[in-house]
């Protein structure tokens, strides 16, 4: 199984800290980012600001990806 530990942006310094997710939690947030990105799409037509949250989480996904592939 695979665990990850990622760090979250603060907003705030002292709100640091880090997030750990297993192999199946994941998957979860990998669904939910399919979904939002297949909502985004829909809306790239219309709006270049859309397009542009939508090739960042492309880019956001593809590194979980490859987190999740190479185990770190």
Do not use: N, W
């Not at 310094?13 to 939910?32: K, M, S």
């Not at 956001?60 to 990806?65: D, N, Y």
């Amino acid at each position: 199984m695979t665990e990850l530990t990622l760090s979250r942006s603060p907003l705030h310094q002292r709100d640091a800290e880090g997030i750990t997710i297993c192999g199946e939690e994941a998957q979860t947030v990998l669904a939910g980012i399919d979904g939002v990105l297949e909502l985004l799409e829909r809306q790239c037509q219309t709006s270049e600001d859309t397009f542009s949250a939508f090739c960042l989480l492309c880019l956001v996904r593809g590194q979980l990806e490859d987190v999740m592939r190479t185990g770190e």
